[in-house]
């Protein structure tokens, strides 16, 4: 502006290293250059980089001397770029370590109460498991006594507490088998998984009458899987008392064994689409019309994990659900 | 033969620039200077306004054709104190040509320059 004013012959145009400047008239025409600038401005960028030059385009308005356009180029200083680098990343890092550590606070903190609740679950089942196996065996035992040595009147009565603690019994099963979290020693050997179906469908006869519930078997002959039996059974069991338990009042069970798989079909009352996924995680309860605690399925899915079997389940509410195994 | 070509081409440019500057300073700046109008000032406003030496010459070409307030480069202000300009006689050529001597003449790029650091 001070050169524009005065128009002298001489007009100085200082530029501190390591700056070079070039100005542009309104054409991209060159003026005035204090290095080797192109006589035409061929950029519209505000910035862009020059082999190792950053070069920098500003548009001046009004035009003192003419000039519209100067061209600023500074050579890049690639010690402050890596310095900045190295900030950026140590930065980052910093911050990405202190955000793991809030994360981890507020994540413990979030899920205290949750962590406490599945803490007290544990604590209950572990405490309940002791002190259910001696009643219950007393209770079982008592009862097939009465029904061998004595005539008793009281028939449906005494298969309704026959029903109540193999219930009892099956649950106490379940939960040693999560207390002891499947850490004991299996004896895995070849079963005939027929005749086992046979007498665990025997074992829930009771249940099964009581509800006027339609069996129907399909069972291959001396089907044989390697298992240890009383993971065949708890697989068993928790599926067959799912299907007594949630099937309607003088519904359909059907039971299919063939040399590949093991089907239940029920007709009872079914799992929602989006509790499908979720249904095999321990403490889940698609349904809270029946009693329990959400763990014969999680032992189920634990049991088909364990030997490499596939869990297939499929549902429609209302109409029933479909669980096959295959092996 | 080339050189010849050359020398008689250079020579010719310069004795042309030489007339030009002459008549510039005859045809023009002489009677700024008599009646104390500022050529420089003049100048300096098409050049902060169009910043582009072509469009400062079609503008001061068009003045001169036409001179009436609307086409000046300078306020109204500036015509209570200088007379407006009569038409001029010259022709278009001659008027081209010393338009280009006082661009010339004023360029601020031949003027610009970096001082030496002591």
């Known amino acids: ?54 070069v920098h385009i500003v548009e001046i308005d009004p035009y003192y001397l003419g000039v519209s356009y100067l061209l600023i180029n500074v050579p890049i200083n690639q010690d402050k770029i890596t310095n900045l680098q190295i900030m950026i990343v140590l930065f980052m890092l910093g911050a990405g370590f202190f955000f793991l550590l809030i994360g981890y606070f507020l994540g413990r903190l979030f899920i205290a109460p949750m962590r406490d609740s599945i803490t007290t679950m544990n604590r209950f089942i572990q405490d309940t498991t002791h002190e259910l196996n001696t009643p219950i065996s007393t209770i079982l035992t008592n009862l097939e006594l009465i029904d061998t040595l004595y005539e008793c009147e009281a028939k449906k009565e005494m298969q309704r507490i026959e029903i109540a603690s193999k219930t009892l019994s099956r649950i106490y099963d379940d939960l040693t088998y999560l207390k002891l979290n499947h850490n004991y020693n299996r004896d895995i050997r070849v079963i005939d998984i027929s005749a086992l179906l046979k007498e665990r469908l025997l074992y829930f006869s009771s249940a099964i009458q009581s509800k006027d519930i339609e069996l129907v078997e399909y069972i291959d002959q001396s089907v044989l899987i390697k298992i240890d039996r009383d993971d065949a059974i708890r697989l ?35 799992i929602e689409n989006k509790d499908l996924k979720s249904i095999l995680n321990r403490f ?44 | 033969m080339v050189k010849y070509i050359l020398f008689i081409l250079i020579t010719a440019t310069s004795l042309f620039a030489q007339d030009s500057s002459v008549s510039l300073q005859r045809d023009c700046l002489a009677c700024h200077q008599l009646h104390s109008i500022p050529s420089q000032m003049i100048y300096r406003r098409y ?21 009436f307030q609307e086409n000046s480069i300078m306020p109204a202000q500036f015509f209570l104190k200088f007379k407006m300009k009569e038409s001029s006689p010259l022709s278009s050529k001659e008027m081209n040509m010393l338009i280009d001597a006082y661009i010339e003449y004023y360029d601020v790029s031949k003027k610009l320059f970096t001082p030496k650091k002591s």
């Open chain 1, 284 to 327: 889940r309860r698609a349904n809270g019309s029946e009693g329990g605690f959400g763990i014969g399925l999680h032992i189920v899915d634990q049991i088909v994990q364990n030997y490499h079997f596939t869990l297939a389940l499929k549902s429609k509410l209302q109409e029933g659900t479909e669980v096959t195994i295959t092996w």
């Open chain 2, 47 to 67: 050049l902060m306004k169009y910043s582009s030496k072509k469009i400062i010459k079609e503008k001061i070409l068009d003045y001169l054709k036409n001179p």
């Open chain 1, 236 to 270: 068993i069991d928790n599926l067959l008392s799912n299907a007594i338990k949630y099937n309607i009042s003088k519904g359909r069970l059907e039971t299919i064994l063939t040399n590949r798989k093991l089907t239940f079909i029920d007709s009872g009352i079914g």
């Open chain 1, 1 to 54: 502006m001070v050169l524009h004013r005065t128009l002298h012959d001489k007009l100085p145009f200082i530029v501190d290293k390591p700056y070079k400047c070039a100005l542009y008239d309104i054409d991209k025409n060159l003026i005035f250059a204090t290095d080797t600038s192109p006589k035409q401005l061929q950029k519209d960028e505000e910035y862009y980089l020059d082999n190792s030059n950053i």
